[in-house]
Structures are given as C-alpha cells and as structure tokens.
C-alpha cells in the first residue's frame, strides 16, 4: 500500500500540436533522423553486447552526433531509449511473454537488435523543449535548428496543469498524420484524511468492477463491444491482406483508447464516491493476476484483452490527488468466503454470478460479496498500520 502523501503526483497530460506545413515538415525529418539513429545504437548494442547507457555512450555518442545532426540532448536521448528499449526485453524475456526457452519468438527477440519505427516517440527535457502557456506554443529543437511559436491546444484542464504544474520530460508523437506532446506534470497531493471506512472494489471478468456499495461498472455493454472487436480482428487476420493489417493496427489503437477512457472514467467515479462518503478504497493486490487465476478459453481471452493494472494504476494517482486512502488487499478466497458468516467453501459459488452460501443459505451477486469482503479487508489492514498500539503492561 502507498501512504507516501503530502507531496506531488506526476501526471502525463496529452496536447495536440498545430504545426504549420513547414514546421511538420522538419518535425517529421527530425523524429525520422531520431530514429534513424536508435536503431543503429541498437544494432551497435547488440553486436557488441552492450546494453547499459552509459557503455552505449562510448561507443555511439559521437557517431550518431555526426552521422544524423543530432545535438547533444538528443543524442543522450537516443541511447537511454536504446537502453530503456533493451531493458524492457529482458524483462519480457524473463517473464516468459516472449515464449518459452528456444521457441523461435524468443530466439528471434534474442538474436535480433531491436528496430524502430521512423514515427517512433521521442523524448524532450527542458533543454530541447521550452513551453510558453500564455501564447500557448511551444519552442523545440529539431536537426534543422530551434522551432518557435509551434502552437498546441487541448482541454482545458490539460491547459491547466501545463500552466500551473512543473512540467519534466515530455514525449513527441506523429499519430494518425496528428502531432502530439506527451507531457509529464507535477501536481500537488491533497492531504489526507482519516477514513470512515473503507469502499471496496472487485475487479473482474464479467463486470470491469463491483463495489461494496452494490454499483457495477462497465459490464453486459462493454463486454458485448470487446467481443465484436475480438471478433473483427479474427476476421482482419485470417484475411492476411496489406489494406486488412493497416485496418487492424487502427482497430487496435483505437481499442487501446477506448479501454483506457473506460478505466479512467471508472476510477473517477470510485474515488470521488469515496472521497464524498468520507471513505477509503480497498482493492486486490494484481500482482500476477493473469497467472493465478485459472479461466475457460473465452473468459482468457477477455483477461488478457483489459488491463487491469491500467485501471488499478488511475485509481492510485486519482486517489492521491483527492487524498483519499488506498490500500491494497490480500484477494485470496474474496470470492469463496460468505460476507455474513465468515464461511468459505469453493462450493458457495455455483456459477459466475452468483453466491450461495452452503453454511447460512445467503444469497448474493458473487462480486458484490467479494467486494464487501475486499472492503472489510481494507478496514482491517488500514487499522494494523495505523491503529495506536497500547505499550505492554510491565510488572514493577
């Protein structure tokens, strides 16, 4: 659980660039050099067995500089990706999402250098990237020298933060023929309070989430549109053709968003019931979700097509912004152990949304039950930590 309060969220605030034709122009011709540039420090990396920073340095710095009229920040910039990139392969790797030891996905992805695409993001910090919020534009280096007066726009809390917020590295996107600035914000934490009681939160299959309260998030409307989409590009892919695999990338992207303003708005909505209840928010521990939990193949499909960490992640920062308490509890038999009599028996749930329990006949939503469970959990965990201990009783 994370009680660090009292200091600043960092926030990713999207803001959709308005170059002009000759700005986009050298933006384009300045991503692609970018790029350019990381998939030779790749191919260096990976011929040399060199994957740190700080060693790619000694042996790309200088070069790319030349080569690809790159500045100093962007080419420290291009090799921390390359590092960063070979980090997160490693990491895949060992995790087993890559396959299993000597599958041909996973010798291909330790033999290969990693390539990147010529509209691949591009990281900025403040030297290469200036921000005036009263004009609403921004200055960018580019390989043909500084860029003033690119003017951005977007919704006016994005525009809020930018102005009032310490702004850090940000990130430059070409997508869908739209530039975008991805940039990271620092705002403050509300302070917190002492919660009277706890609003637990179910996460699951059928229902996004389910909260003690009885509220169901996200169910019978959003599973019907996952499975048209699941079905679409079934069709996309057995089709094979070029037109259909551009078509599936969009789908997927567009997907992409979709789930993430579902989980946004979710969380939204369960941090500020908490935060007007006067209430904290207890929810499962999602560590290892996808490898603990045992599904039929249509319910599998749906697991790995919703990212949970995504939704748990909003739900954290929004909680810390509002100063509304979070903890994180043990999910383990939630969903077995009747709320009213403490009994657990794996038989208590005969099907998917129901909860009968064997030992006082209640019957309940399946979810609704875990989440009371999930809430109880949390009131007693929040009161283990931070609960004043009695000092013992010594005997004079």
Not at 239 to 250: I, Y
Not at 383 to 395: I, K, L, S, Y
Request: hydrophobic share 35%.
């Amino acid at each position: 659980m994370d009680r660090r309060y009292g200091g600043q969220v960092k926030l990713v605030v999207q803001v959709k660039l308005l170059p002009t034709p000759e700005q986009a122009a050298t933006l384009k011709a300045t991503l692609r050099a970018c790029n350019a540039a990381a998939s030779e420090v790749a191919m260096v990396a990976r011929e040399r067995a060199v994957y740190r920073n700080y060693d790619l340095r000694k042996h790309t710095y200088a070069g790319i500089k030349a080569d690809y009229g790159l500045g100093a920040q962007a080419a420290q910039h291009v090799i921390k990706k390359v590092a960063d990139a070979y980090t997160v392969l490693k990491a895949n790797i060992k995790a087993g999402h890559l396959g299993k030891p000597g599958s041909k996905r996973r010798r291909r992805a330790e033999a290969a250098p990693i390539a990147f695409r010529p509209n691949a993001a591009q990281p900025y910090d403040a030297r290469m990237l200036s921000w005036q919020a009263d004009a609403r534009t921004v200055s960018i280096w580019t390989i043909r020298g500084r860029l003033k007066d690119v003017a951005y726009t977007g919704s006016p809390d994005q525009l809020k933060a930018l102005a009032t917020s310490k702004t850090g590295e940000s990130d430059l996107i070409h997508r869908d023929g739209m530039w975008f600035l991805y940039a990271t914000v620092e705002v403050a934490e509300a302070d917190p309070y002492d919660p009277d009681g706890f609003l637990g939160v179910d996460m699951g299959i059928a229902n996004i989430a389910y909260d003690s309260d009885g509220t169901r998030y996200a169910g019978t409307r959003l599973n019907g549109y996952r499975r048209r989409q699941t079905r679409l590009r079934a069709r996309l892919q057995q089709k094979g053709t070029k037109s259909a695999k551009r078509l599936l990338v969009r789908r997927n992207k567009k997907e992409a968003r979709h789930a993430a303003n579902v989980n946004h708005c979710i969380a939204k909505t369960i941090v500020t019931k908490a935060a007007r209840t006067g209430r904290g928010i207890a929810v499962e521990k999602l560590t290892g979700i996808r490898d603990r939990v045992r599904l039929r193949k249509p319910q599998r499909v749906t697991l790995s097509s919703w990212s949970f960490h995504q939704l748990g992640s909003a739900l954290a920062y929004k909680a810390r912004r509002a100063g509304v308490p979070l903890v994180e509890v043990d999910p383990r038999y939630t969903s077995q152990t009747c709320n009213g009599c403490k009994h657990r028996d794996k038989r208590n749930r005969p099907n998917q949304e129901t909860f009968l329990c064997r030992s006082c006949g209640v019957v309940a939503h399946a979810d609704h039950n875990a989440a009371l469970n999930i809430a109880e959990r949390g009131a007693e965990d929040w009161g283990a930590v931070n609960r004043p201990h009695a000092a013992p009783f010594c005997n004079q």
